[in-house]
């Protein structure tokens, strides 16, 4: 039989290999914002995440797609979501590894700091199971407003056990919370809502019971065991706690009407769901829901800004790991220059992300300084706003440079491809790009901003004269553009001079001097791989190289 074709220079897939040790810009910025953190349980967890059986959880969970059941066989109505068995393993690493309510119970040093880089290995490998994980981490802040449900759940929202059983809390070891603020009609314009919460006139150990009645237009991961959501009570829009299942036993009357068919983060279900006099209870004052629920969305942003960063960081390693055994026109791409170029500045790009990202993480551990508090304030809309919308940029060339390779499903095994589908979603994801633009200006109007960045920017300062120039600049420039129409600009702005400062402070001087020259001097297209000539291209993509 005549051979047509045998198969060679295709690259092995990147699998077996420990995330978190060949992450050399995440080690850095974890010794640059907290030089004490232990990063043994991080090295446990990147081994685990880079392993084969892993990446075969997150293959299936993403093909074999929730399912909604909302009645059973008998003509009950039940309103659940069935999952594969690798979704629930998925879950159970998650939460095994801290990644959810942990910094509000544990001990450990600079708890947000090691959740957060936790959080981003995490993303590399499967992105769209952390929606419960993310929303269970930020709801502690916001959950305070009710002291006594607080104090009984806040434990389990903390606790190392995942259960997906529908009971009761207190049968349960360990709980995940979600949230719903959206409504058709509103979207992004919470008080539009028309969702009702009327008093039911009695109290118990949690307070004063409501009725909610109406409906929510994205309600992600359902199946949690309560949510935070927001209603129009007496007093205005306001904030409530309120269980998939009350503690009689009984299913709270949560009526899930579809699940959403989405572009990508498949794994996880987003839903549509009716409220019919469910029960809830108050959380903070009636009225003051909005600030209430933005505690939460606070934390939720920093997650896309980490999420956003682990999915660059993956989508570079497949690249780097394509281009390093791939051939093409007589040698390894990786040496072509073209592809060169285009590889150390997604490495560039990829780098900044995480320095941002981990150095915003740190600021959620310093709450007691009050410039922590104000750089938390300043820099949550600043990196979810950049670094997110980066992302779908970023993944786009990381894709073309497996070629058509990178474009290929193939049951779930292109990696890449759904990296492309899920970048998107975190610039959406608790308030789209203009959301955060605006947010930046209310928190201009937070203390004496000039100010704050200017120290977290001196260290810096006689680095780089582009630099230099930017932070001269950048008082001026608050100053005349701290209005709506250039609010995104402005955004930008921030954006590149901290990272820039962060990068010439944790990163080698090839990689901070090229991203300064590029981003912040001018050296640089509309594209990536537009570096300059002169650009150490070398060292960049060494450094970035997953093995």
Known sequence: MDTTHEVFNQPAPLVDYNLFDTNRPLRDALKFNAPALQTTQLHELGATLGSDGMQAHARLANIHTPELHTHDRFGRRIDEVEFHPSYHALMSAAVGAGLHGTPWTGTSASPHVLRAAGFMLFTELEPSILCPISMTYAVTPALRGNAAAHADWGPKLGSLWYDPALKPFSDKPGVTMGMGMTEKQGGSDVRANTTQAVREGSSDAWGERYAITGHKWFFSAPMCDAFLVLAQAPAGLSCFFLPRVLPDGSRNA????????????????????????????????????????????????????????????????????????????????????????????????????????????????????????????????????WICKRGSHFAQEAMECLGGNGYVEEGGEGIMARIYREMPLNSIWEGAGNIMALDLLRGLRKGDAVAALEKELAPARGQHAALDRLADALPARIEAMASEAEARRLAQDVALAVQAALLVQTAPSAVAGAFCASRLGGDWGNAFGTLGAGTDFDSIVQRAQPR
């Open 254 to 385: 949560i009526r899930i009407q579809r699940l959403k068919d989405k572009l990508g983060n498949k794994a996880n279900a987003s839903s549509e769901v009716e409220f019919h006099g469910a029960t809830a209870w108050l959380v903070g004052e009636e009225g003051r829901g909005i600030p209430q629920i933005l505690e939460m969305g606070t934390m939720t942003r920093l997650d896309c800004a980490l999420g956003t960063s682990g999915l660059m960081r993956q989508a570079l390693s497949i690249a780097l790991n394509h281009a390093t055994q791939r051939m093409a026109f007589g040698k390894p791409l990786i040496d072509q220059p073209l592809m060169k170029n285009v590889l150390a500045d997604l490495a560039l790009e990829s780098e900044a992300a995480t320095a941002l990202a981990i150095r915003l993480a740190k600021a959620f551990d310093n709450q007691s300084d009050e410039h922590e508090r104000l750089m938390a304030r300043l820099l949550t809309p600043v990196a979810k706003f």
